[in-house]
């Protein structure tokens, strides 16, 4: 079954500081990519996705992620962090050989950024 | 509505109770999923929905959780004789499709039994 490991619990930086959040998937032929933001109270809110193309997609709020299927990973990124960054993020895949299209998230990773 | 809207947001109930959720998908998407997410996990997915029926009812962790969604649009999951580890936050998310468009979420019905 497809699982989705994001090892880094909690990821400490300080403002304007470069943040990489980690993202490891079980192999599959063809899957489906997505990293989410939760705010604090709120609902899931989509970042960023990967379908096909481009290993490399950008997302809202100057995020990006990259492909990698030798390494099946997805890692997002951002060059420069704000305040207003601080967030959960969980990365989410889709596996689109199993006949289900359900949606695996990983146990999340929590951002905060220190001014 | 513009986006995916649950209620009640919030449901205090007592051991052995029954409850309902509801969620309202946004208009015109075909596929509904309902996942749990416990304080500082991910979503786990518990059912979804192409049209009418269950598409994947792999998640629903035992024969006391049951989903419908008659007409093809709004849904309701139903939990009987509710237990201490059903308290969670039960998240509803809608997408055009299912396989590979973007889920939207909607904030979900916190769920406390007491």
């Known amino acids: 079954a497809q699982s989705v490991t994001q090892l880094d619990s909690q990821v400490p930086v300080f403002e304007e500081a470069p943040v990489e959040l980690r993202c490891n998937y079980s192999?599959?032929?063809?899957?489906?990519l997505f990293w989410y933001v939760q705010y604090p109270n709120q609902g899931l809110q989509l970042l960023l996705k990967y379908l096909s193309g481009s290993t490399l997609v950008k997302g809202i709020n100057g995020f990006e992620a990259e492909f990698n299927k030798s390494q099946t990973s997805f890692h997002l990124r951002k060059p420069s962090v704000h305040i207003s960054d601080t967030a959960e993020y969980f990365c989410?895949?889709?596996?689109?050989?199993?006949?289900?299209?359900?949606?695996?998230f990983g146990t999340g990773t929590r951002l905060k950024v220190l001014a | 509505g513009a986006g995916v809207s649950q209620t009640p947001s919030n449901k205090v109930t007592e051991k052995g109770k029954y409850v309902e959720l509801r969620c309202d998908p946004i208009s015109g998407h075909t596929a509904l999923y309902w996942y749990r997410q416990s304080l500082g996990q991910g979503p786990e997915f518990l059912i979804y929905?192409?049209?009418?029926?269950?598409?994947?009812d792999s998640g629903l962790p035992n024969d006391r959780f049951f989903a419908v969604r008659p007409e093809g649009s709004v849904s309701t999951l139903k939990i009987q004789r509710t237990e201490r580890g059903d308290s969670a936050v039960y998240l509803c998310?809608?997408?055009?499709?299912?396989?590979?468009?973007?889920?939207?979420f909607g904030q979900g019905t916190r769920l406390t039994v007491v």
């Open positions: 989410a895949v889709s596996d689109q050989t199993s006949g289900t299209y359900k949606y695996i």
């Open positions: 192999s599959s032929v063809s899957v489906y």
């Open positions: 998310a809608s997408s055009l499709m299912a396989g590979g468009a973007e889920a939207f």
């Open positions: 929905f192409q049209g009418t029926g269950a598409a994947d």
